[in-house]
Structure formats: C-alpha cells, structure tokens
C-alpha cells in the first residue's frame, strides 16, 4: 500500500509539472502571437507607406521582390517576451507574499506613557545652568566637619632698622646704621633726588587740602555765620561781610561784583584805584579780589592791574582763569593755577600778601587787531559744552588742565568794535618770556589769539542822527542757547540785534512801545536763567523793559519803578523765576515778584547812611541746600552778603507759567 500510494503522489507531482509547463507554453504562445502581430503591423505600415510613394516607379518585377523581401523581414523576440513573463510572474508572488502577511500584521494597544517629562527645576539648578554658561567652573571640596583641629605655623618676620632725613642737606639723606661705612657711601652714591617733583607734588597736595578744609569749615559754620544782625534787611534771614579792612583796600570804592556760573560760592569783586595814600604802592592800580562767599576773613586770590577795570568776568568751566576790559583798551588774563611764588609779594604788618600781574595782555598785540577806545564788556562765547553739556560738580584742576581750554572771549568797545578772541594754552611755560607774544608774562601758558572783528556801532533809523554825539555801545550780551546771536545795548535806549556770521536776523532792535528813540543808555541787561527767551533791560532814565528775542516791542514795560533814577544794576533771581533784583543810583534796592504784583516792586530797601554803589545776585538750587540771596557792595568799600529769605528763594510750578503769559496777555 505504501508503494501504490507513493506512485499515487508522483503521478499527481507529474501532473501538476506537465499542467505548469503546458501553461508556461501557452503563456509563451501567447506572447509570440502578440508580438508577431504587432510587429507585423508595424511593417504593414511601413510598406505601405513605400508602396505609396514608389509606385510609380515599380514594376511588376519588383512587386514579387518586394513581397518576398517582406517575408525575410519578420522575426521573434523570444528574450524580451521571456523577460516580461518572468517580471509577471515575480510581480504576482509578491503580492500573494503581502497578502499572507497582512493577515499576520495587526495594530496593537500599549499602556499610557508621557511623550514629554519636565520636572521644575530649583533655584539652584537654575543657577548651576547659568553659572556654566558664563566660562567659568564649580569646584566641591568635602569638608571634615568633625575634625577640629587645625595647625598653623608662621615664620618669623625679618626686620631691619631704616633711617631717613627730609629735606635732604647732603646725599646720606638715609641709610642703615647696621652697615658698614664703605656701603653706606656706596649707597649714598646710588641715590638720586628729584627736589623739584617732590615741591611739586607738596605744593599740589597742599593746595588739596587747603580746599577740602574750606569747604568742611564752611559747612560747619553757614549756619553760625548766618545768624540776625543788626544790619539784615527786611527781605533776608541772615547776612555775612566780608572783610575789606585790608590795607590794600582801604579807601577804594567797589565798581563791580561778578559770581561763576560754575561754582557759585566764587565771588569777584573790582576796587577802583584810590586817591587816598595808603602804606601800599598801589594806589594808581586796580585790585580784583576773588573770594569764597563761605570763608569771608580773607580774599582767595588777589589780583594787579595798573589802570581801570570796567568790566570782567570768570572762564567757563571751573573759575581757573579770570577777563577783564580796561579803560585803555586792552584785555587783560589772569590764570590762577600759577604758583604764588611767581608772583609780587609784599609783607604786610605779621601777614605776607601775593599781588597777581596779567598772564596776558592784549597791549602788545598787532597795530589793528585790538581797541582802540574803551573796553564796555567782555563775555565768554557760550558753547554746548560750556553751557548745555556741562556737569554739575566742577571739573577738578587736574581734569581740566588734561581736558584743555576750548572757548572763545568777545570784547566790545564804546566805538562799536566787536573783537572774538581763542583762548589758548600752551603746553609748558618759558620763564625767558616769547620773543613773539610780547603781551604774554614770563612763565604763563595761556594766551589770547585774534579770531574775527565786527564793526556793530549802527542807527536804529535815520531820526537818531538829530543827538548830539556819536552812537556809543555799553554792553553786550550773548544768547545763552545760541552763541552766534549777540545783544548789544546802547546809548540810544535800544538794544541791538546782530549775529556772528553776519545773518539777518529779525527783529534788527528792541526799543520801547514807542517808535521815537530816547537818547538815555542801557545800563543793564540779563537773560532769564529759566527761560533764556526772555530778557529784562533796565535804562538809565529809570525804565525797565521785559523783551522776548522775537519780538521788537516789549511784553511788559515799567516806566517809573524807580521813581525817575537811574537803573545801575538788574539781575533774575538765580532760584526763583519771577523774581529779580534792580538797583538805581539813589541806592535803592527794588525786589519784584511778578507772580505777586507784576505792575510795581513787592519791596523797596533804601540805604543812606553808606550808599549801594553795585550789586550782584547769588544763589544755588543744589541737592543738600538751596539759598539765594543778593550781595551788595557800599560806597565806603563794605561788601555785604544777604541771604533771601524763604519766601523769595524757594520757587513754585506757577511761576514759569505766569512768565509765559505775560508773552500772551496785553500788559
């Protein structure tokens, strides 16, 4: 049974191989029938084609060769039909491959995971991360807590014996006296001495010093020093007087107090020469006194000029240098950062004094480059850096002397010449003196050299040439947020108009409400320091005028404040915006408050006994104390300083406003 059915099983085998081959034969029959077919219609096409165009051209001999020819042509590609068989048939096993698998194949369900895991991070990981980032490492160090023991050992110290002598009276200034003597000479004769930079730097740290103690006396003491006396006026708290019971001073009538803008504490005070003999040969000259308000015992700086000063004023940094106009034309300089011992000194009773010549002076300079009548003003051309950029501490002397000097200086003449000067240092003095700058002192550094000239001596119109005189121009102002904009006020009641680069620049005058002219001077002229659009003029008839610099007419006109005297000084307050000072020559002292009473002054001080002949408004709005006050200078040569009370110092938000309306509101 075994056998029969073995052959059962090949006789099926051999079946199932000869109905596979007979359907591959078939299959290849097939593909021979389509490919003979196509490629005889192919060639059909062909000789028809050839038949068509060459039938006019055959005969029938060449019919019967053409045919033949045709029958030679067909052929079988066997391999191309088995190829494509074969690629069928491993196509179709493919397919029933990924149909049995497919069965096999099925999406399954997982437990729930979290596709993102963040913890928090603490403060101190975030620290670490931030700590790694900055190209910097951590290092951990275990510590033995329990182990308290420690262990330290130090060495003993070598010591030596040293000594020293100062100043130096021989080479041996120092040495060690445990050594033998032919080292100690050895060592004296490597010693080198510097005398020179050694009084130097003593001179300098001196002078530091000197000013640190000031200022921490004065503190100590404003408030002592200002204490009721019985000289204090109704407007102040307090009052100082400084001492002009010099004997230099003695006689001498004050003509002009002028402050730094910068260190506001810096007074200048001008003494006219005096015909009274005194014990100093000083008499035909005049003295400038710089002062610190707070140390009133004695003048800081104390400086010569053989004739009068008419007009002055300090550098516009920190008062290191000091202008002054003469009545002989020229402009003279002081720098105050020169060594005393430079200087004329004189001893006086137990007390030695040094007197400050010039350091230059415009006398020597060329034939038409200076003046040639006498010097009415002399004023700092304002610059950004100067005004605009400038810091609230002053600079110290070291920091600017490494900054440098860049500024310019104008001076005005009474003919009308308007000279602008560069103010220059040079990097090291020649105690020989310049064989070029003949006005220049022996040993200075600073100089003045001539920039440009302008001719401003100009009629308001044709109707002024009825006055008797020439036109003469008293004083000149800059504008302080545009230097190139200049206000120069005459002898004609007006003030004129006019700029550096020679531009039209509208209105041309500021007169009175009035058209006609008055033949009376302008005495006095002073930009607001809140609002530098706006300025006051005060005239010699007695007038005062409040102008604005785009408008000719005044915004406000005061005809008779002063009762017909003459206006000698007029200043704003330095703290307060509607408040300013005047002073006429019957030594009447006006205070306004134009937010209180804008028609007439809220005060009037009247001095008899010893006449005001000028004063100078002072003040500070700093962050640790704000004060004002006013300093007046008297006939007899006492200066006085008064201290406002609170009511005209401490300023409100309304005053700036009511400024402005005055520009808006009919006066």
Not at 300 to 329: D, H, M, N, R, W
Not at 498 to 527: C, N, Q
Request: proline residues 6%.
């Amino acid at each position: 049974m075994d056998e029969s059915a073995n052959e059962g099983e090949g006789d099926e085998d051999r079946e199932e191989i000869t109905v596979q081959q007979r359907k591959e034969i078939e299959a290849i029959q097939r593909a021979i029938d389509e490919e003979n077919e196509r490629v005889g219609t192919a060639q059909s096409r062909q000789s028809t084609s050839r038949e068509e165009e060459d039938e006019p051209k055959l005969s029938k001999g060449s019919e019967k060769n053409q045919s033949g020819s045709s029958q030679r042509g067909r052929f079988i590609d066997f391999a191309a039909a088995k190829k494509r068989e074969v690629s069928k048939k491993v196509a179709t096993k493919q397919k029933k491959r990924s149909t049995e698998l497919l069965r096999l194949i099925d999406l399954d369900f997982s437990t729930p995971f979290s596709l993102l895991d963040l913890p928090p991070v603490s403060e101190y990981d975030m620290y670490i991360r931030k700590f790694g980032t900055a190209n910097t490492k951590q290092a951990y160090v275990q510590c033995n807590e329990d182990n308290a023991d420690r262990d330290t050992q130090t060495e003993d110290v070598e010591m030596c014996e040293k000594w020293m002598q100062h100043p130096a009276g021989y080479n041996g200034a120092c040495g060690d006296p445990n050594l033998s003597q032919e080292a100690r000479n050895k060592a004296a004769s490597e010693l080198n001495f510097d005398s020179q930079r050694l009084t130097s730097f003593l001179r300098s740290a001196s002078q530091v010093m000197v000013v640190l103690l000031e200022e921490d006396q004065a503190e100590r003491n404003s408030m002592r020093k200002l204490e009721p006396q019985k000289d204090t006026l109704s407007f102040s708290d307090g009052s100082l007087q400084l001492n002009t019971t010099l004997p230099f001073l003695y006689g001498r009538r004050v003509s002009l107090l002028h402050f730094s803008q910068v260190q506001r504490h810096t007074m200048m005070s001008v003494h006219m020469p005096t015909t009274k003999p005194s014990a100093v040969r000083l008499d035909s000259s005049t003295i400038l006194c710089i002062w610190n308000i707070w140390e009133p015992s004695r003048p800081q700086k104390i400086l010569v000029y053989e004739s009068e000063v008419q007009c002055c004023c300090f550098s516009p940094g920190k008062a290191t240098l000091v202008f002054a106009g003469t009545s002989v034309g020229s402009v003279a300089l002081w720098d105050l950062r020169e060594p005393a011992s430079s200087h004329y000194r004189l001893k006086i009773g137990e007390e030695e004094w040094t007197f400050r010549l010039p350091t230059f002076s415009t006398d020597a300079v060329m034939p038409g480059l200076g003046h040639f009548s006498p010097v009415t003003s002399v004023e700092v051309v304002p610059s950004p850096v100067a005004e605009g950029l400038r810091p609230e501490v002053p600079l110290l002397a070291s920091e600017e002397e490494s900054s440098g000097l860049s500024f310019q200086l104008a001076s005005l003449d009474e003919s009308g010449a308007l000279n602008f000067w560069v103010v220059v240092e040079l990097p090291k003095g020649n105690e020989a003196g310049s064989p070029t700058d003949l006005g220049l002192r022996p040993g200075g550094k600073v100089k003045l050299l001539h920039s440009s000239f302008l001719l401003t001596a100009e009629r308001a119109s044709p109707r002024d040439a009825v006055k008797t005189g020439p036109l003469q121009t008293l004083l000149l102002k800059f504008h302080p947020t545009d230097s190139s904009h200049f206000f120069i006020g005459t002898n004609m009641g007006v003030v004129n108009h006019g700029t550096s680069h020679g531009l039209k620049a509208p209105p041309k005058f500021y007169r009175f409400r009035e058209d006609e002219v008055r033949p009376v001077d302008v005495s006095s002229i002073h930009f607001s320091p809140f609002k530098p659009h706006l300025f006051l003029v005060g005239c010699e008839d007695g007038s005062i005028r409040l102008h604005a610099v785009s408008h000719e007419q005044p915004v406000a006109e005061w005809m008779n404040s002063t009762s017909g005297e003459p206006v000698v000084s007029l200043q704003w307050a330095s703290t307060r915006p509607t408040v300013f000072c005047v002073l006429d020559a019957g030594s009447n002292l006006h205070i306004w408050d134009l937010l209180k009473n804008d028609s007439e002054p809220v005060m009037t001080e009247r001095t008899a006994a010893d006449r005001v002949t000028t004063m100078a408004v002072f003040g500070d709005s700093g962050q640790r104390n704000t004060y004002s006050g006013i300093a007046l200078a008297h006939e007899s040569g006492k200066i006085e300083m008064q201290y406002f009370s609170r009511n005209f110092t401490v300023s409100s938000p309304a005053e700036e406003d009511k400024l402005e309306s005055l520009m808006t509101e009919p006066f």
